[in-house]
């Protein structure tokens, strides 16, 4: 009973754990996109924090509401492009502050100069705008920040009747406060959006390796190497319950000993389990792979690339529609280390934040992951380098991003020599009728000499 239990915990954990935007309805899931998730964020973070400060300017008579509409501008722009250089905490406080103290300076100069307005006139000097400006303009370029609501934080200078000190000091803690809650923001929930978003895993999920009649020596590398990627990782070899399918291809060895060996050099923990005698009412060994990942609490599947009368193996399409991450991998030669990876993307998608993630875990960090794209005009270009920077930002470590004005055939035939592995999407995000009238990439790429992994996001 306690195993049942168990067992069942287990998977809901699991099931918990990986909820994301599959599970929502088309219109849900067009909002919370990565290239929305940010807009979304500011549309709330935003309104609370100028609620917040409007409830203390309620009490403090020296703070004035016309403060606001700078603020809320500044605060929007800082938390809808968290991404932009300019967008930073540091440069939220010195440029709204900044603007402040050009104000003031613009005042008193223009004071000096000219002497104060007549007593009871309501007019703008020309003069001490123009200052205003100019002040803020050289302020902003001193401390190379890029932040248009400084400028409306000098103006308001001459329209505000409070005492010049007051104004900066408020301007400095109301900047202050926001830029507090988007370093929080930004730490908390910004650099972990990809988790939030797409349920990418953070690499604490086992892998699962089922022992194949072919190709299995080479994966069991390639499997071994990402599950090494994480300490708290295991990679599960799954013996077939026949001792047919457990032989391995070539001269390797056919006993799950010899598997373990191959996995030493990058030292994973590993653990052999045995399939409960696969039955083809139940999908067969796709089936059984897929219920025992969720029992041992495996995020990735890795298999060899398998074909069967011009196309994938029963085996490897029964995985590919189901509900866990897989790996379809094409190792042409010897297996080594898999250093530099060059994943392929369409868009910034769940499908590539996995391909992200695990070439990240197989480059290591010493390796080299490249992001790359293909657009059909140059028009394109900067989405498509927005696409790969998201992409990048997501994840720890350096990278290498690179948009191509060619085919993804052409690209490919001529750039994939130069890496170790090419990642690239199994389109189980695309409906039938699209891979019907449009091939899968791995399909249009199959004489591609280099190592390929096709990845599936479950």
């Known amino acids: 009973m306690f195993e ?36 979304l964020t500011a549309f709330v973070f935003v309104p609370v924090l100028i609620a917040i400060l409007i409830l203390v300017s309620n009490t403090v008579d ?146 699962l390796l089922p022992l194949r009649r072919a190709g299995t020596r080479a994966v069991t590398r390639l499997a071994a190497q990402i599950s090494a990627g994480h300490r708290s990782s295991k990679l599960l070899l799954l013996e077939p319950a026949g001792t047919e399918s457990a032989a391995t291809d070539g001269d390797a060895a056919t006993s799950v000993s010899r598997l373990e060996r191959v996995a030493e ?47 994938l193996s029963p085996f490897v399409r029964r995985l590919f529609d189901g ?15 898999w250093d530099r990876v060059l994943v392929v993307v369409r868009r910034a998608g769940r499908i590539a934040h996995a391909m992200v993630e695990y070439a990240r875990r197989l480059a290591g960090t010493n390796g080299r992951v490249s992001i790359c794209t293909c657009i059909e005009t140059e028009s394109e270009r900067r989405s498509a380098e927005r696409t790969c920077a998201i992409l990048a930002e997501a994840f720890a470590g350096p990278f290498e991003t690179r948009v191509a004005n060619e085919s993804i055939e052409t690209f490919l035939a001529s750039n994939a020599p130069k890496y170790d592995l090419v990642c690239i999407g199994a389109s189980t995000d695309r409906s039938r009728a699209s891979r019907f009238l449009s091939a899968p990439t791995f399909r249009r790429v199959e004489d591609l000499d280099c190592d390929l992994a096709i990845v599936h996001r479950g």
């Not at 918990?16 to 290239?35: C, E, H, K, N, Q």
């Not at 050009?102 to 104060?116: C, E, H, I, K, N």
């Not at 509900?323 to 280390?337: H, K, L, N």
């Open 62 to 207: 020296a703070l004035s509401f016309l403060l606001f509409p700078p603020l809320a501008a500044a605060a929007y722009e800082l938390f809808a492009n968290p991404g932009k250089p300019s967008s930073t905490a540091e440069g939220m406080v010195v440029g709204m502050t900044g603007g402040a103290l050009s104000g003031w300076a613009a005042v008193t100069l223009d004071r000096a100069l000219f002497g104060p307005p007549p007593a009871g006139t309501f007019e703008v000097s020309v003069t001490a705008a123009v200052m205003c400006v100019l002040i803020t303009g050289v302020v902003l370029w001193l401390f190379d920040v890029d932040l248009a609501p400084s400028f409306a934080v000098a103006l308001l200078v001459l329209l505000l009747d409070i005492p010049p000190e007051a104004y900066v000091l408020s301007v400095f803690l109301a900047s202050s406060l926001i830029a507090g809650v988007f370093l929080v923001w930004h730490r908390r929930i910004y650099e972990r959006r990809a988790t939030h978003l797409y349920a990418a895993t953070d690499g604490s999920g086992n892998v």
């Open 265 to 311: 050099d990058v030292e994973p923990e590993v653990e052999t389990i045995s399939a409960d005698g696969p039955s083809p009412r139940d999908g067969g060994e796709a089936a059984t792979a897929r219920r025992r990942a969720h029992e041992r609490n495996c995020d990735l599947v890795v298999v060899p690339y398998e074909t069967a009368d011009g196309g």
């Open 323 to 337: 509900d866990v991450d897989v790996i379809a991998a094409r190792i042409s030669g010897p297996p080594e280390r």
């Open 4 to 39: 049942e239990f168990s067992r069942h915990y287990r998977d809901w954990r699991r099931r918990f754990r990986r909820i994301d935007l599959a599970d929502l309805s088309p219109s849900t899931r067009r909002v919370l996109t990565i290239g929305r998730f940010q807009y």
